[in-house]
């Protein structure tokens, strides 16, 4: 059974870090690329970044250039996403989803995990 | 960095009824790699199509995309009660691969 589970829910304060993970069954990291894509309350949807785990290289949105970073560990099939300089408005639902590198069309995505920006 | 903008921002339509969505891009979108994704509260983004026009497998075919180059559609023919929800349209033929702001239907 091909799925994607994430870690648990997180509160933070301000200025702290989060790292949520993403670990894979059922597929492997190697064949895909791994993206992450946030939905603040209320608000659309918004790419965070995507990594392609077999060239070790990663693309960012510009919104996160310097706090974001997404790595993967193909020993575990777990994908990771840490955001650093927290801030209320990182208060949101982060997902993970894996697109093959050979079909886009072939997606899997986690369930989501709710992290809260809060003093 | 190419800018999407979905029309109309809701769309009022009741079940059997034909719906139509429009997704514009500032640029010509890559490849036509143009994707559209159905999202309901507390699920992750479900894919309806992807390359403007491709459907997975999972998919009714009630679902359909078409379009080229800045202009892209999503048409469900026939509504069903279970496709009242939001959809979104992102672009990834060229970093950043954005959304667009979203089409409620209602």
């Known amino acids: 059974q091909v799925q994607l589970v994430q870690s648990g829910a997180e509160v933070k304060r301000p200025g702290s870090s989060v790292k949520v993970s993403c670990k894979a069954s059922?597929?492997?990291?190697?064949?895909?690329?791994v993206s992450w894509v946030r939905q603040a309350p209320g608000q659309g949807l918004e790419w965070m970044g995507t990594?392609?785990?077999?060239?070790?290289?990663?693309d960012y949105a510009q919104n996160f250039q310097g706090r974001l970073t997404i790595a993967a560990d193909e020993s575990t099939s777990t994908g990771y996403m840490e955001l650093r300089s927290l801030r209320s408005e990182d208060t949101a639902v982060y997902f993970c989803?894996?697109?093959?590198?050979?079909?886009?069309?072939?997606?899997?995505w986690g369930q989501g995990t709710t992290v809260t920006v809060s003093s | 960095e190419i800018v999407l903008t979905q029309s109309p921002g809701t769309l009022s339509k009741s079940p059997g009824e034909r719906a139509t969505l429009s997704c514009r891009a500032s640029?010509?979108?890559?490849?036509?790699?143009l994707a559209w994704y159905q999202k309901k509260l507390g699920q992750a983004p479900r894919l309806l199509i992807y390359?403007?026009?491709s459907r997975p497998t999972d998919i009714p075919d009630r679902f359909s995309g078409s379009g080229s180059g800045t202009d892209f559609t999503l048409t469900v023919s026939r509504l069903e009660p279970e496709d009242f929800a939001v959809y979104y349209c992102?672009?990834?033929?060229?970093?950043?691969?954005?959304f667009g702001q979203g089409t409620q239907l209602e």
């Open positions: 989803v894996f697109n093959a590198l050979e079909d886009f069309g072939l997606d899997v």
């Open positions: 059922g597929v492997t990291l190697s064949s895909n690329t």
């Open positions: 990594l392609i785990p077999t060239l070790d290289t990663a």
């Open positions: 640029q010509s979108v890559s490849s036509n790699y």
């Open positions: 390359g403007a026009s």
């Open positions: 992102q672009q990834y033929g060229r970093s950043p691969y954005n």
